[in-house]
């Protein structure tokens, strides 16, 4: 009776298999694959493409000893912690807020520009990204027409030109969480503190935040998890330069792996990077776990 | 007040679109952001040739409508049983895929290049979309899911009742009233799929079967030189398909979160 029961369960749910086939050898693979080539001194081209051998720790020893591995991991909480903490979390914040005071017409103007930059393919984000931070391009027109002082973003500052690229790319998502968010606030609330006397500002940090801390911490770590993984913005707008500069994780490992051919080292460098996505991922199951009630 | 800060940062995010569409109208465009002296279609009128536009264009379709259609059809099998049956099987295997999600893709493409070369399907269009279809399907399985828990199952017993096998009844009666869920999927999967670059850098290599979004180094010449206005030209009309889809979406589905991928338990 229980094997029968056992085996009409099993048969309820083989619909499920090719989702899992299709998450096992694309997703499961590769992740594995990684931290089994980051053992061995596979290239690119040439004899070690073919038969790569294992060479232990290797790969990862060097990583503590080359200096640009710290710099690229510094560079990467930088970028975090600047375009996606502050950046997107806040503006998303302060744009959710205006936009319910704001009229109609202006909100939907606002909005729509908002989201148009986080709509667009990456690759055509990019490239007005970069046009817009290069030396003749339209961030130092504005500056020159305003009288101040030009600066080559991109080879001056590139963490700043690829941090304020980013915020400008992906607010959208931010602005969206708390505009869903904010719209769930009790009216009553707000309008208690209002009687009571409670200013803007007191009313917002005092009622709205507590209340929408749930979406606070969810936004946070999925802006996270997405910045962390952005290549093609830093890549197009300053390949990671100059003298790795900008060279986040996700650009040093292609960078070892497609430009030096080190396969074997860059999925090294990508295994780091699986690692610290998997702490946030779990981190980030945890809290949904928690707001359920 | 709020209009006047507002409208200030609303410019700013307007600002360095504005280059995309000057540009796309001067023929003699650079860098900078001007009106052109005449503007004209010549850009577009260049970019036009099967070669630049219409066949990386046309492999762009194939791999979104191809991911699409493979991720749709994978997450709606899926989301079925999740859905329908209760198991110690749901929760575990939902937060194992939610988890999957928070992997970070462009750390995978090393890896994933490998994979590739070993079973030889560098390349290949058909190996892509499936690669694709597996990093859009665990948000694509949470939506269908959520979407088909939203079908009463009344109804679907109702169907039951008058002899329709479970297969019948998915088909005739469940899938038809999520017909705009499962819309919204598509789309959703369609729109990540037709922006990516890294994904289709990495694992196609030649030019024949490029989409847009890599095809669009062709503009850069061989010597540093940039036709930026084809350039700009060539990205509006690949970002006009999303760009549209988009608008179908946030209008019909009321919320536009639904394409943001935020999961919420």
């Keep these: ?293 | 007040m709020a209009d006047a800060v507002l409208l200030v940062i609303g410019a700013c995010f307007v600002l360095p679109l504005l280059w995309l569409v000057l540009g796309s109208l001067d023929p003699a465009a650079g860098h900078g952001t001007k009106v052109p002296l005449r503007p004209a279609l010549d850009n577009f009128s260049a970019v036009l040739t099967p070669e630049l536009l219409f066949r990386p264009l046309w492999n762009s379709l194939l791999l979104s409508a191809g991911t699409g259609a493979v991720t749709l059809a994978a997450a709606v099998l899926a989301a079925y049983p999740l859905s329908r049956f209760r198991s110690r099987f749901n929760t575990p295997f939902l937060y194992g895929i939610l988890f999957g999600t928070c992997l970070p893709v462009t750390a995978i493409m090393v890896p994933v290049y490998g994979l590739f070369v070993q079973l030889q399907l560098l390349d290949s269009l058909p190996a892509t979309v499936l690669f694709l279809s597996a990093t859009s399907l665990p948000m694509a399985i949470w939506m269908t899911r959520n979407f088909m828990d939203a079908v009463p199952l009344a109804v679907e017993e109702a169907a039951w009742v008058d002899g329709a096998s479970r297969l019948a009844a998915l088909r005739s009666i469940v899938l038809p009233l999520m017909g705009p869920g499962l819309g919204v999927v598509f789309i959703f999967v369609f729109i990540q799929a037709w922006g990516n670059f890294f994904v289709p850098f990495v694992l196609l290599l030649s030019e024949a079967n490029q989409p847009a979004a890599v095809s669009i180094f062709s503009f850069f010449g061989q010597y540093g030189a940039v036709a930026y206005g084809q350039l700009a030209a060539f990205s509006i009309l690949y970002s006009l398909p999303v760009l549209a889809l988009y608008g179908i979406v946030a209008r019909g589905a009321g919320n536009p979160l639904a394409l943001s991928g935020a999961v919420r338990g």
């Design chain 1, 1 to 293: 009776m229980a094997r029968h029961h056992q085996r009409r369960q099993l048969a309820r749910y083989l619909p499920v298999l090719p989702a899992i086939l299709l998450l096992a050898v694309f997703l499961a693979g590769p992740v594995l694959w990684a931290f089994q080539a980051s053992l061995t001194n596979a290239g690119l081209t040439g004899r070690h493409a073919r038969n790569p051998e294992w060479v232990g720790l290797e790969n990862y020893q060097r990583l503590l000893q080359d200096p640009v591995f710290p710099l690229s991991l510094a560079l990467t909480v930088l970028f975090v912690g600047g375009s996606a903490v502050l950046g997107q979390n806040v503006l998303g914040l302060a744009l959710a807020v205006l936009l319910r005071r704001a009229r109609p017409a202006v909100s939907a103007v606002v909005g729509t520009a908002v989201v148009a930059a986080w709509v667009l393919p990456e690759i055509v984000a990019a490239f007005a990204a970069y046009a817009f931070f290069s030396r003749d391009g339209t961030l130092n027109q504005l500056l020159g027409g305003m009288g101040l002082a030009e600066v080559d973003w991109l080879y001056a500052v590139p963490m700043l030109a690829v941090i304020m690229a980013n915020v400008w790319r992906g607010t959208a998502f931010s602005m969206l969480v708390y505009r869903a968010a904010l719209g769930g606030v009790p009216a009553e609330l707000t309008e208690a503190a209002h009687m009571d006397g409670a200013g803007a500002w007191q009313r917002l940090v005092f009622i709205t935040l507590p209340v929408i801390r749930g979406s606070i911490a969810t936004n946070l770590m999925l802006v996270t998890l997405q910045t962390l993984a952005v290549f093609t913005l830093i890549w197009v707008m300053t390949a990671g330069g100059p003298a790795n500069g900008s060279s986040t994780l996700p650009v040093m490992a292609y960078q070892e792996a497609f430009k030096f051919g080190d396969i074997g080292y860059g999925t090294a460098v990508a295994s780091v990077l699986i690692l610290i996505g998997a702490v946030f991922g779990a981190a980030y199951l945890r809290l949904l776990r928690e707001q359920k009630p």
